[in-house]
């Protein structure tokens, strides 16, 4: 569709909006021509929606992964290095996949996705209290779910008139929906629970065994479907 240069940017943006939210299914992404005719502030607004969508409804294997973080250590501050660790990481080979430097390989990155939600949850079983080194393994898990997100994005592509400012909103909503998914579990669950002498024994250790258990099959159907 080509838009007449004189058309308001509301339109334009709320067209495009309609477009991608309509047409895109639970769990796939569309290809829109019609970001390259949009300025960068609007494309950036659109991206950063986008990033957030792809944690907040979308990003269930991402959303397990933050919360098997959480578990572990349901304090904000710890949580909230390691989400900004993650992000960092994941933002990194983002960038190299979509400036074409690394091709990933879908298949294996989406198995390693699943294997890092079922490490998370595993060490939240062993281990009774936060490690120093989880900060240097959310980094490491962060490459590659960078490398995932690459994956998806490639699916929709960027507009080139704004390639570089929307590949950095894209990147900070999905750390909007990674700090809304924290924070929320917080308020349901560590705001009230995380003192109690049980939160471990009935709160973290099941909780962790369900992510584990979606988590392996999740590996098994990326693996042999």
Known sequence: MIQHPNTPLSIKTITTFAILFIAMPTFAHVQVNELENLSKADAAWIYLILGFRHILPLGFDHILFVLGLFLLS???????????AFTIAHSVTLGLAMYKVVTPPTRIIEVLIALSIIYVATENIISPKLKPSRIGIVFLFGLVHGLGFASALSEM????????TSLITFNIGVELGQVTVILTAWLLLAKWFAHKPYYRSRVVIPLSCIIIAIAACWTVQRIFF
Do not use: E, H, R, V
């Not at 349901?74 to 989400?83: A, E, H, M, R, V």
């Open 74 to 84: 349901p304090k904000l501050k710890p949580i909230l290095t390691q989400s900004i």
């Open 157 to 164: 592509g960027l507009p080139k008139n704004a390639y570089l």
